[in-house]
């Protein structure tokens, strides 16, 4: 089986402009979480999509966004970009997710570079 | 909300030896631990988890221990060999996310 797979795999933007992250699960998987990663504040939890529905969200500002597809492929995206957005970002996939806890395979990252 | 606390956040042991890396987490309501192995260029990778039913698991030279009443577990890594150099993630499942510790960072020298 194919792993988690996220695109692109590094992204240089400058403050104020958008970006938008891919992830594809593991086949047969149907939930996705996002996940922040910095030195400074670690792993942080963005947001679950299971089902194309928003589950759970982390404590982020709205300008972090995301959703779900129908294939259970997901997209975050992050608006108005500031030089604290770099980080990599990370997705994981899980079979069901949310409330009952399955294991979570994470994809390599997207490393996103803001200048 | 959950609140997990790693350490030591750095360990430098040599081939052959163990390491241990200790977890602790706030929310009794918790009840899936796992723990991740992040090499550099890397996503982190599963490597064993353990449910809050169960006290102890072990896989090959990897083993991981849940005291559910002090609220804390233990990833144990036996005959540490060179490839073993990698950041350890513990995390803890509280209904609705995952909440990561800071990281330990393992060096096994040769």
């Known amino acids: 089986k194919a792993g988690v797979t996220q695109t692109p795999r590094y992204l240089i933007k400058t403050r104020g402009q958008q970006v938008t992250l891919s992830c594809s699960p593991i086949s047969g998987h149907r939930s996705v979480s996002w996940y922040q990663q910095t030195p400074g504040q670690g792993l942080q939890f963005l947001f679950e999509y299971f089902s194309e529905t928003q589950r759970n969200k982390g404590n982020f500002p709205g300008r972090f966004s995301g959703r779900q597809f129908s294939n259970s492929r997901s997209e975050m995206n992050v608006s108005t970009l500031e030089l604290g957005d770099s980080a990599l970002y990370l997705c994981?996939?899980?079979?069901?997710?949310?409330?009952?806890?399955?294991?979570?395979?994470f994809g390599p990252g997207t490393r996103l570079t803001v200048l | 909300g959950e609140n997990v606390e790693q350490h030591p956040s750095t360990l430098s042991v040599q081939e052959g030896d163990s390491a241990v890396i200790k977890c602790t987490y706030s929310d009794s309501a918790s009840n899936y631990f796992p723990w991740y192995k992040q090499e550099l260029g890397k996503g982190p990778q599963l490597i064993i988890d353990?449910?809050?039913?169960?006290g102890e698991k072990k896989d090959q030279r990897i083993a991981v221990t849940l005291n559910k009443t002090a609220k804390h577990f233990s990833l144990h890594i036996t005959e540490t060999q060179p490839e073993d150099s990698a950041v350890y993630f513990c995390?803890?499942?509280?209904?609705?996310?995952?909440?990561f510790g800071a990281g330990t960072r393992l060096t096994v020298k040769p």
């Open positions: 995390a803890a499942f509280d209904r609705d996310d995952m909440r």
């Open positions: 994981a996939s899980s079979l069901a997710g949310g409330r009952a806890p399955n294991e979570q395979f």
């Open positions: 353990i449910r809050s039913n169960v």
